[in-house]
């Protein structure tokens, strides 16, 4: 089962929605999860984000009996070591993983809001993310799910199957493409 923890707020409709969509991809339960409160002190001021190590260690510390996997979702800004932002990160062969909304609206960027573009990119980055879950690295294939997202036009260029190579590699076989 793959469980969707809401991190801060984050709309319901977008959830319900994503839940839908994997749940058809995957082949494997989802279910939204109890929303969790953004960790205080993964806060950088300085910044104004989030730091993805923080994020990702209030993950491991949920107890979530069945969830083979815990996917946040997270309203916020965030950043790793050595990079400006990032859309999400994940645990190779792990259970954790998040992704952050913000820089996936056209409107952050000064462009009209467009719901279906920024629903389509989140659902590209969870899927990503879970595919470093499943033990799947940055593809070469520029429309690979998991081609490497450096800015958003990689993530509006990539698709949101994982390509044939890197289906044979999973390490999860119930995954099937869209």
Known sequence: ???????????LDLL???ADRLQSVVKLPVQIGTARSLPPAGYDTERKQYRADEIMNTLRRIAHPGAER??????RDCFAPGL???FGQAVMNGREAFVAL?????EFYGLPENRGVFRERVFKEVVHELGHTWGLGHCSDPGCVMHFSNTLADTNRK???FCRYCRGRMNEPSVEPE
Not at 70 to 75: E, G, K, Q
């Open 1 to 11: 089962m793959i469980v969707i923890i809401p991190m801060g707020p984050v709309p």
């Open 16 to 18: 319900t929605w994503l």
């Open 70 to 75: 815990l996917v946040a979702i997270i309203d």
């Open 84 to 86: 400006n932002f990032i």
């Open 102 to 106: 913000p820089r996936l609206r056209p």
């Open 159 to 161: 698709g949101t199957e």
